[in-house]
Protein backbone atom coordinates (compact mmCIF):
# COMPACT_ATOMS: atom_id res chain seq x y z
CA UNK A 1 0.00 0.00 0.00
CA UNK A 2 1.06 3.48 -0.69
CA UNK A 3 1.95 5.91 1.86
CA UNK A 4 1.90 9.62 1.41
CA UNK A 5 3.07 12.45 3.84
CA UNK A 6 1.64 15.82 3.33
CA UNK A 7 4.35 18.05 4.92
CA UNK A 8 3.31 21.55 5.40
CA UNK A 9 6.03 24.51 3.66
CA UNK A 10 6.54 28.08 3.77
CA UNK A 11 6.48 28.47 -0.46
CA UNK A 12 6.62 31.57 -2.83
CA UNK A 13 5.71 34.20 -0.42
CA UNK A 14 3.14 31.89 2.12
CA UNK A 15 2.42 28.55 2.99
CA UNK A 16 1.92 25.61 1.45
CA UNK A 17 1.49 21.56 1.19
CA UNK A 18 3.91 19.13 -0.20
CA UNK A 19 3.71 15.62 -1.21
CA UNK A 20 7.17 14.27 -2.49
CA UNK A 21 8.25 17.17 -5.01
CA UNK A 22 4.98 18.62 -5.60
CA UNK A 23 3.37 21.46 -3.95
CA UNK A 24 -0.02 22.92 -3.19
CA UNK A 25 -0.89 26.16 -4.54
CA UNK A 26 0.10 28.47 -1.74
CA UNK A 27 -2.05 29.99 1.12
CA UNK A 28 -2.13 33.00 2.54
CA UNK A 29 -1.41 31.64 6.52
CA UNK A 30 -0.25 28.36 7.91
CA UNK A 31 -3.25 27.61 9.02
CA UNK A 32 -5.12 27.59 5.91
CA UNK A 33 -2.19 25.48 4.36
CA UNK A 34 -2.75 22.88 7.34
CA UNK A 35 -6.36 22.73 6.97
CA UNK A 36 -5.71 22.55 2.99
CA UNK A 37 -3.24 19.86 4.02
CA UNK A 38 -5.65 17.63 6.04
CA UNK A 39 -8.90 17.46 3.72
CA UNK A 40 -6.76 16.82 0.52
CA UNK A 41 -5.02 14.12 3.09
CA UNK A 42 -8.65 12.61 3.97
CA UNK A 43 -9.90 12.87 0.58
CA UNK A 44 -7.03 10.74 -0.58
CA UNK A 45 -7.82 8.20 1.88
CA UNK A 46 -11.65 8.03 0.76
CA UNK A 47 -13.08 4.74 -1.29
CA UNK A 48 -14.04 5.43 -4.96
CA UNK A 49 -15.16 3.59 -8.04
CA UNK A 50 -13.45 0.84 -9.24
CA UNK A 51 -13.20 1.52 -12.74
CA UNK A 52 -10.89 1.64 -15.88
CA UNK A 53 -8.19 4.09 -16.11
CA UNK A 54 -5.57 4.92 -19.11
CA UNK A 55 -1.76 7.42 -17.83
CA UNK A 56 1.02 8.11 -19.32
CA UNK A 57 4.69 7.26 -17.50
CA UNK A 58 8.03 8.96 -17.15
CA UNK A 59 9.02 7.20 -20.20
CA UNK A 60 6.19 7.83 -22.78
CA UNK A 61 4.55 4.76 -22.76
CA UNK A 62 0.72 4.74 -22.16
CA UNK A 63 -1.01 2.21 -20.04
CA UNK A 64 -4.42 0.62 -19.63
CA UNK A 65 -5.55 -1.32 -16.13
CA UNK A 66 -8.38 -1.22 -14.01
CA UNK A 67 -7.64 0.93 -10.49
CA UNK A 68 -9.73 -1.09 -7.41
CA UNK A 69 -11.77 1.95 -5.71
CA UNK A 70 -10.59 0.59 -2.40
CA UNK A 71 -7.01 0.34 -2.82
CA UNK A 72 -6.57 3.91 -1.41
CA UNK A 73 -3.09 4.92 0.23
CA UNK A 74 -2.53 5.95 4.17
CA UNK A 75 -1.87 9.55 4.60
CA UNK A 76 -0.22 11.98 7.43
CA UNK A 77 0.68 14.98 7.52
CA UNK A 78 3.25 16.42 8.82
CA UNK A 79 3.50 20.36 10.40
CA UNK A 80 7.39 21.93 9.49
CA UNK A 81 6.43 23.86 12.42
Known sequence: MTDLTYIIVE??????????DTFSETFPSH????????????????????????????????????ASGDDRPTTHVKDSQ
Open 11 to 20: HDGGWAYKVG
Open 31 to 66: DAALKAAQRAAGEQRAPGETEGITYEDKNAVWHQEV
